[in-house]
């Protein structure tokens, strides 16, 4: 929601997201969610105000980039913190292949090193029957795995 407004709301979300984890210890995170699939269908391109959280103590930034096809090119201007990669697709009842998640992982690092990327669904499983939501997770490990073989080869 903070994409379609000002700069001033924008600043007043970060300074309350700042005050909300003020004094927090352990490490800090934040989904920034374009909605369930299988309730919002339509989607913007991007993030829009994904940069703000560059100066933000947040540590961590769950984003989506499947359902959203998001261009990562973003995640450039997030340097240093750890991004929580959005990898599956739920707008259907199809089982994701780990070579789709794969390229997915990728795409994100031209953008962020492997380091800083932790692989997860783009958001929750809630409205995917139990045998869908079981192989899709398998297939995120899947192609989690391929990437990191690959990243082990170089």
Do not use: W
Not at 1 to 28: C, P
Not at 79 to 97: A, C, H
């Amino acid at each position: 929601m903070v994409q379609n407004y000002g700069r001033k709301i924008r600043a007043f979300f970060l300074k309350a997201l700042n005050a909300a984890i003020d004094g927090v210890k352990g490490t800090t995170a934040v989904h920034i969610c374009f909605g369930y699939a299988a309730v919002i269908h339509v989607r913007p391109e991007g993030y829009s105000f994904l940069p703000e959280f560059a100066n933000s103590p947040i540590q961590q930034i769950s984003i989506e980039t499947a359902q959203s096809n998001l261009d990562c090119a973003v995640l450039d201007k997030l340097p240093g913190k750890t991004i929580i990669l959005g990898t599956l697709y739920l707008s259907d009842m199809n089982v994701e292949k780990p070579v789709t998640v794969a390229g997915r992982i990728r795409r994100a690092l031209n953008h962020v090193d492997a380091k800083n990327i932790i692989v997860a669904p783009d958001c929750g499983l809630k409205y995917l029957p139990c045998d869908v939501q079981f192989g899709t997770m398998q297939a995120m490990v899947e192609g989690a795995k391929i990437v990191r073989r690959e990243l082990t080869k170089t």
